[in-house]
Protein backbone atom coordinates (compact mmCIF):
# COMPACT_ATOMS: atom_id res chain seq x y z
CA UNK A 1 0.00 0.00 0.00
CA UNK A 2 1.23 3.35 -0.66
CA UNK A 3 1.70 5.94 1.64
CA UNK A 4 1.73 9.58 2.53
CA UNK A 5 4.40 11.01 5.19
CA UNK A 6 2.84 13.84 7.11
CA UNK A 7 5.49 16.13 8.44
CA UNK A 8 4.96 19.72 10.45
CA UNK A 9 7.75 22.58 10.80
CA UNK A 10 8.32 25.13 12.42
CA UNK A 11 11.47 26.65 12.83
CA UNK A 12 13.18 23.43 12.62
CA UNK A 13 15.41 23.75 9.60
CA UNK A 14 18.75 22.42 11.92
CA UNK A 15 16.67 18.73 11.84
CA UNK A 16 14.76 18.77 9.01
CA UNK A 17 17.56 17.64 6.24
CA UNK A 18 18.29 14.88 8.20
CA UNK A 19 14.29 14.08 8.93
CA UNK A 20 13.28 14.18 5.05
CA UNK A 21 16.00 11.97 4.32
CA UNK A 22 15.54 9.29 6.98
CA UNK A 23 11.11 9.55 5.01
CA UNK A 24 12.60 9.84 1.98
CA UNK A 25 14.70 6.49 2.06
CA UNK A 26 11.77 4.48 3.29
CA UNK A 27 9.34 5.68 0.65
CA UNK A 28 8.88 3.82 -2.84
CA UNK A 29 8.75 5.73 -6.14
CA UNK A 30 4.77 6.94 -5.77
CA UNK A 31 4.74 7.68 -2.07
CA UNK A 32 4.65 11.20 -1.24
CA UNK A 33 6.13 13.05 1.65
CA UNK A 34 3.75 16.23 3.00
CA UNK A 35 5.27 18.95 5.03
CA UNK A 36 3.59 21.39 6.13
CA UNK A 37 5.67 24.59 7.38
CA UNK A 38 3.85 26.37 10.06
CA UNK A 39 4.87 29.98 10.24
CA UNK A 40 8.68 29.48 9.81
CA UNK A 41 10.89 32.49 10.80
CA UNK A 42 14.32 30.07 9.73
CA UNK A 43 13.57 29.19 6.29
CA UNK A 44 12.79 25.85 6.65
CA UNK A 45 12.39 24.89 2.54
CA UNK A 46 16.71 26.09 2.55
CA UNK A 47 17.03 22.56 3.26
CA UNK A 48 14.64 20.41 0.86
CA UNK A 49 15.53 18.37 -1.49
CA UNK A 50 14.99 18.51 -4.99
CA UNK A 51 12.80 15.02 -4.58
CA UNK A 52 9.29 15.46 -6.73
CA UNK A 53 7.49 13.10 -3.84
CA UNK A 54 7.62 15.99 -1.75
CA UNK A 55 4.41 18.37 -1.21
CA UNK A 56 5.42 21.62 0.42
CA UNK A 57 2.87 23.74 2.02
CA UNK A 58 3.48 27.13 3.89
CA UNK A 59 0.79 28.65 5.90
CA UNK A 60 0.90 31.29 8.85
CA UNK A 61 1.74 30.27 12.31
CA UNK A 62 -1.84 28.41 13.17
CA UNK A 63 -0.68 25.86 15.81
CA UNK A 64 0.24 22.12 15.37
CA UNK A 65 -3.20 20.98 15.12
CA UNK A 66 -3.60 23.18 11.80
CA UNK A 67 -0.72 22.01 10.44
CA UNK A 68 -1.38 18.75 10.64
CA UNK A 69 -5.14 18.69 9.52
CA UNK A 70 -4.21 20.79 6.32
CA UNK A 71 -1.45 18.40 5.77
CA UNK A 72 -3.80 15.49 6.13
CA UNK A 73 -5.99 16.53 3.76
CA UNK A 74 -3.10 16.92 1.05
CA UNK A 75 -2.48 13.09 1.30
CA UNK A 76 -3.18 11.33 -1.30
CA UNK A 77 -2.39 7.79 0.06
CA UNK A 78 -4.25 4.97 2.23
CA UNK A 79 -1.66 5.11 4.80
CA UNK A 80 -0.04 8.71 6.93
CA UNK A 81 3.45 7.67 7.96
CA UNK A 82 3.88 10.28 11.19
CA UNK A 83 6.93 12.48 11.62
CA UNK A 84 8.06 15.22 13.59
CA UNK A 85 11.14 17.44 12.06
CA UNK A 86 13.16 16.99 14.36
CA UNK A 87 13.06 13.12 14.75
CA UNK A 88 14.55 10.60 12.51
CA UNK A 89 12.40 7.56 10.69
CA UNK A 90 14.48 4.42 11.11
CA UNK A 91 15.24 2.05 8.30
CA UNK A 92 13.06 -1.02 7.83
CA UNK A 93 10.09 0.93 9.96
CA UNK A 94 7.22 1.01 6.82
CA UNK A 95 7.94 -2.44 6.15
CA UNK A 96 7.41 -3.56 9.49
CA UNK A 97 4.50 -1.51 9.78
CA UNK A 98 2.72 -2.42 6.93
CA UNK A 99 3.45 -5.89 7.37
CA UNK A 100 1.52 -6.03 10.88
CA UNK A 101 -1.24 -4.05 9.57
CA UNK A 102 -1.88 -5.93 6.30
CA UNK A 103 -1.89 -9.48 9.18
CA UNK A 104 -4.64 -7.32 11.31
CA UNK A 105 -7.25 -5.63 8.96
CA UNK A 106 -8.91 -4.09 12.43
CA UNK A 107 -5.92 -1.92 13.41
CA UNK A 108 -5.96 1.93 12.40
CA UNK A 109 -2.77 2.69 13.99
CA UNK A 110 0.59 0.60 14.26
CA UNK A 111 3.76 2.17 16.38
CA UNK A 112 6.73 1.26 17.20
CA UNK A 113 9.79 1.50 19.58
CA UNK A 114 11.59 4.73 19.77
CA UNK A 115 15.56 5.51 20.48
CA UNK A 116 15.74 8.69 22.35
CA UNK A 117 18.16 11.06 22.14
CA UNK A 118 19.10 14.36 24.32
CA UNK A 119 19.87 17.62 22.66
CA UNK A 120 22.36 19.06 24.93
CA UNK A 121 23.78 15.42 26.26
CA UNK A 122 21.79 15.56 29.85
CA UNK A 123 19.51 12.80 30.44
CA UNK A 124 16.14 13.03 31.76
CA UNK A 125 14.49 10.78 33.72
CA UNK A 126 10.88 11.63 33.23
CA UNK A 127 10.81 11.31 29.13
CA UNK A 128 13.59 7.90 29.20
CA UNK A 129 11.10 6.90 31.83
CA UNK A 130 8.45 7.22 29.56
CA UNK A 131 10.02 6.32 26.26
CA UNK A 132 11.14 2.75 27.90
CA UNK A 133 7.22 2.43 29.08
CA UNK A 134 6.01 2.59 25.70
CA UNK A 135 8.88 0.33 24.37
CA UNK A 136 8.26 -2.35 27.14
CA UNK A 137 4.07 -2.30 26.32
CA UNK A 138 2.70 -5.50 24.96
CA UNK A 139 -1.15 -4.52 25.21
CA UNK A 140 -1.38 -1.03 23.62
CA UNK A 141 -5.31 -1.11 24.33
CA UNK A 142 -5.09 -1.89 28.38
CA UNK A 143 -2.60 0.86 28.38
CA UNK A 144 -4.63 3.35 27.70
CA UNK A 145 -5.82 5.16 30.49
CA UNK A 146 -2.24 5.50 32.04
CA UNK A 147 -0.42 7.35 29.10
CA UNK A 148 -0.22 7.36 25.14
CA UNK A 149 0.92 4.03 24.69
CA UNK A 150 2.60 4.96 21.24
CA UNK A 151 4.94 8.10 20.19
CA UNK A 152 2.95 10.32 17.77
CA UNK A 153 6.48 10.32 15.30
CA UNK A 154 6.47 6.82 15.05
CA UNK A 155 2.90 5.81 14.17
CA UNK A 156 1.32 4.70 10.50
CA UNK A 157 -2.60 4.98 10.04
CA UNK A 158 -4.96 4.19 8.01
CA UNK A 159 -6.32 7.33 6.53
CA UNK A 160 -10.07 6.37 6.59
CA UNK A 161 -10.02 5.42 10.29
CA UNK A 162 -8.57 8.97 10.81
CA UNK A 163 -11.05 10.67 8.79
CA UNK A 164 -13.94 8.42 10.01
CA UNK A 165 -13.65 9.81 13.76
CA UNK A 166 -12.95 13.25 12.64
CA UNK A 167 -9.45 13.67 12.41
CA UNK A 168 -7.45 15.74 14.57
CA UNK A 169 -9.03 17.86 17.48
CA UNK A 170 -8.18 21.35 18.54
CA UNK A 171 -8.51 21.89 22.34
CA UNK A 172 -6.58 22.59 25.53
CA UNK A 173 -5.52 18.64 25.38
CA UNK A 174 -2.43 16.79 23.00
CA UNK A 175 -4.55 16.35 20.25
CA UNK A 176 -2.59 12.83 19.59
CA UNK A 177 -3.55 10.93 22.61
CA UNK A 178 -7.14 12.62 22.13
CA UNK A 179 -6.99 10.86 18.39
CA UNK A 180 -5.99 7.75 20.00
CA UNK A 181 -9.02 7.49 22.71
CA UNK A 182 -11.28 8.20 19.87
CA UNK A 183 -10.39 5.74 17.68
CA UNK A 184 -10.35 2.93 20.56
CA UNK A 185 -13.52 4.23 21.43
CA UNK A 186 -14.69 3.83 18.09
CA UNK A 187 -13.59 0.18 17.59
CA UNK A 188 -10.28 0.44 16.21
CA UNK A 189 -7.02 -1.20 17.00
CA UNK A 190 -4.12 0.01 18.25
CA UNK A 191 -0.68 -1.51 18.92
CA UNK A 192 3.09 -1.51 17.57
CA UNK A 193 5.92 -3.40 15.98
CA UNK A 194 8.36 -4.76 18.17
CA UNK A 195 11.66 -2.96 16.12
CA UNK A 196 12.72 0.51 16.71
CA UNK A 197 11.29 2.62 14.29
CA UNK A 198 12.12 6.55 15.12
CA UNK A 199 14.89 8.19 16.77
CA UNK A 200 13.17 11.13 18.97
CA UNK A 201 15.31 14.05 19.77
CA UNK A 202 14.52 15.42 23.14
CA UNK A 203 14.79 18.62 23.91
CA UNK A 204 13.77 21.92 25.75
CA UNK A 205 11.76 23.18 22.62
CA UNK A 206 9.46 20.63 22.19
CA UNK A 207 5.98 21.02 22.08
CA UNK A 208 5.20 18.32 24.59
CA UNK A 209 7.81 20.04 27.48
CA UNK A 210 6.71 24.24 25.98
CA UNK A 211 2.85 24.07 25.62
CA UNK A 212 0.44 23.81 28.27
CA UNK A 213 -1.91 21.30 26.26
CA UNK A 214 0.58 18.47 26.97
CA UNK A 215 -0.34 18.87 31.18
CA UNK A 216 -0.85 16.22 33.13
CA UNK A 217 -4.24 18.05 33.95
CA UNK A 218 -5.32 18.04 29.97
CA UNK A 219 -4.41 14.57 30.00
CA UNK A 220 -6.49 13.55 32.54
CA UNK A 221 -9.43 15.43 31.47
CA UNK A 222 -9.34 13.01 28.11
CA UNK A 223 -9.30 10.34 30.51
CA UNK A 224 -12.25 11.00 32.37
CA UNK A 225 -14.44 12.11 29.34
CA UNK A 226 -12.85 8.29 28.16
CA UNK A 227 -13.29 6.50 31.27
CA UNK A 228 -17.64 8.14 31.10
CA UNK A 229 -18.44 7.35 27.48
CA UNK A 230 -16.87 4.16 27.46
CA UNK A 231 -16.06 2.14 31.16
CA UNK A 232 -18.22 4.09 33.70
CA UNK A 233 -22.11 2.35 33.65
CA UNK A 234 -24.54 4.05 35.54
CA UNK A 235 -25.01 1.96 39.22
CA UNK A 236 -21.32 0.49 38.99
CA UNK A 237 -20.22 -0.37 42.15
CA UNK A 238 -16.49 0.38 42.00
CA UNK A 239 -13.34 -0.34 43.85
CA UNK A 240 -10.34 2.54 43.32
CA UNK A 241 -6.84 0.95 44.44
CA UNK A 242 -4.75 3.43 45.39
CA UNK A 243 -3.52 5.14 48.67
CA UNK A 244 -1.32 8.07 47.02
CA UNK A 245 -2.38 11.17 45.32
CA UNK A 246 -2.87 9.32 42.34
CA UNK A 247 -5.92 7.52 43.67
CA UNK A 248 -6.80 10.13 46.09
CA UNK A 249 -7.08 12.55 42.86
CA UNK A 250 -8.83 9.66 41.06
CA UNK A 251 -11.14 9.08 44.52
CA UNK A 252 -12.24 12.62 44.71
CA UNK A 253 -13.24 13.10 41.25
CA UNK A 254 -15.41 9.65 40.92
CA UNK A 255 -17.79 11.16 44.26
CA UNK A 256 -17.56 14.05 43.18
CA UNK A 257 -19.07 13.20 39.51
CA UNK A 258 -21.67 10.66 41.10
CA UNK A 259 -20.16 7.34 41.11
CA UNK A 260 -20.79 4.83 43.83
CA UNK A 261 -17.61 4.09 44.71
CA UNK A 262 -17.86 1.10 47.29
CA UNK A 263 -14.60 0.08 48.43
CA UNK A 264 -10.83 1.26 48.61
CA UNK A 265 -7.91 -0.83 48.28
CA UNK A 266 -4.94 0.33 50.56
CA UNK A 267 -2.16 -1.32 52.10
CA UNK A 268 -1.29 0.98 54.37
CA UNK A 269 -3.18 0.15 57.01
CA UNK A 270 -6.29 3.08 56.67
CA UNK A 271 -9.88 2.05 57.61
CA UNK A 272 -11.67 4.94 55.19
CA UNK A 273 -10.65 7.46 53.07
CA UNK A 274 -13.05 10.34 51.98
CA UNK A 275 -16.08 8.27 53.65
CA UNK A 276 -15.33 5.29 51.56
CA UNK A 277 -14.22 2.13 53.54
CA UNK A 278 -10.67 0.75 52.57
CA UNK A 279 -10.04 -2.70 52.84
CA UNK A 280 -6.17 -4.42 52.73
CA UNK A 281 -5.28 -6.13 49.06
CA UNK A 282 -4.90 -9.74 51.13
CA UNK A 283 -9.49 -8.95 50.69
CA UNK A 284 -9.42 -8.80 46.77
CA UNK A 285 -10.76 -12.50 46.52
CA UNK A 286 -14.25 -11.51 48.69
CA UNK A 287 -14.13 -8.05 46.81
CA UNK A 288 -17.78 -7.67 45.29
CA UNK A 289 -17.23 -5.35 42.49
CA UNK A 290 -18.46 -4.52 38.80
CA UNK A 291 -15.50 -2.60 38.44
CA UNK A 292 -11.29 -1.92 39.24
CA UNK A 293 -9.32 0.99 39.20
CA UNK A 294 -6.04 0.69 39.83
CA UNK A 295 -4.92 4.66 40.51
CA UNK A 296 -1.40 4.58 41.27
CA UNK A 297 2.14 6.41 40.34
CA UNK A 298 5.07 5.06 42.28
CA UNK A 299 6.89 2.87 39.77
CA UNK A 300 6.60 -0.45 39.50
CA UNK A 301 3.31 -0.61 41.49
CA UNK A 302 0.92 -1.49 38.89
CA UNK A 303 3.05 -4.82 37.61
CA UNK A 304 2.96 -6.14 41.45
CA UNK A 305 -0.53 -4.82 41.25
CA UNK A 306 -1.16 -6.89 38.13
CA UNK A 307 0.11 -10.50 39.40
CA UNK A 308 -2.07 -9.69 42.88
CA UNK A 309 -5.01 -9.22 40.46
CA UNK A 310 -4.31 -12.10 37.82
CA UNK A 311 -3.48 -14.48 41.37
CA UNK A 312 -6.79 -13.47 43.66
CA UNK A 313 -8.92 -12.91 40.93
CA UNK A 314 -7.95 -14.76 37.66
CA UNK A 315 -11.87 -14.47 36.18
CA UNK A 316 -11.22 -10.20 36.06
CA UNK A 317 -9.90 -9.60 32.49
CA UNK A 318 -7.42 -6.23 32.37
CA UNK A 319 -9.28 -3.88 29.57
CA UNK A 320 -12.74 -4.78 31.03
CA UNK A 321 -13.32 -5.59 34.40
CA UNK A 322 -10.34 -3.36 35.54
CA UNK A 323 -8.13 -0.04 34.21
CA UNK A 324 -5.12 0.67 34.70
CA UNK A 325 -4.98 4.59 35.66
CA UNK A 326 -2.37 7.21 35.98
Same mark, same amino acid.
Given at each position: ?????????????????????????????????????????????? !????????????????????????????????????????????????????????????????????????????????????????????????????????????????????????????????????????????????????????????????????????????????????????????????????????????????????????????????????? !???????????????????????????????????????????????????
Amino acid at each position: MAVSWLIPVRDGRPWLGACLASALAECSAHDQVVVVDDGSRDDPEA !VRPNDQRITWITQPAEGIVAALERGRRACSHPLIARLDADDVALPGRIAAQIALMESRPGLAVVGGLADMVREDGADNDGMRAYVDWVNGLKDHRRALLVESPVFHPAVLMRADAIDAVGGYRDGDFPEDYDLWLRLVGAGYGLTSVETPVVQIRDRAQRLTRSDSRYRRAAFEGLKRDWLGAHVLMPDSKIAVWGAGKTGRRWLRWLRESGHSVSTVIDGFGATERQG !VPVLGPEHLGELDVDLLLVAVGARGARAQIRRSIIASRPEWEEGRDWWCLA
